[in-house]
């Protein structure tokens, strides 16, 4: 059952959905001159609903370090945090302000199941970048 699909007409009403540009990480690229420069799949537009951190989603991400300004977003699909020994995410959300946000961790993730992509949504940290 997609809960997120029967819900977001209802929620939307009072926080809409907001077109979003999702760069899904691919590791690292080696420039000519060495240096090391992140990779990104092709941009993909994904709808998300901007949300401020619940005090629980405060405390689950307190041991990450994160500095500057934080949110959450919904989104539907699979988003990957950032998992640092495995190599993995960095995910980027661009905003339709401009604003480039770094998935820092995913606070939940529902239905993420190979066969039915329908009802697949997750909820992020994210972290402003400059």
Same mark, same amino acid.
Do not use: H
């Given at each position: ?8 007409? %209802? ?49 689950? %991400?307190?041991?990450? &370090? ?6 959450? %977003? ?38 993420? &199941? ?17």
């Amino acid at each position: 059952m997609n809960l997120q699909g029967i819900t977001a007409n %209802i929620i939307s009403a009072v926080n809409p959905m907001v077109d979003c540009i999702l760069q899904v990480s691919n590791g690292k690229t080696t420039n000519a001159d060495f240096s090391v420069s992140p990779a990104y799949l092709d941009a993909v537009a994904v709808s998300g609903q901007v949300q401020s951190l619940t005090f629980r989603d405060l405390q689950q %991400i307190e041991g990450l &370090n994160l500095q500057g300004i934080r949110k959450a %977003i919904y989104l539907q699909g699979d988003v990957q945090g950032l998992v640092r020994q495995l190599n993995k995410g960095g995910d980027l959300i661009t905003m339709p302000d401009g604003t480039v946000w770094l998935v820092a961790m995913v606070l939940e993730s529902w239905g993420m &199941n190979v066969l039915d992509t329908s009802g697949q949504w997750c909820k992020v940290a994210v972290t402003q970048q400059l």
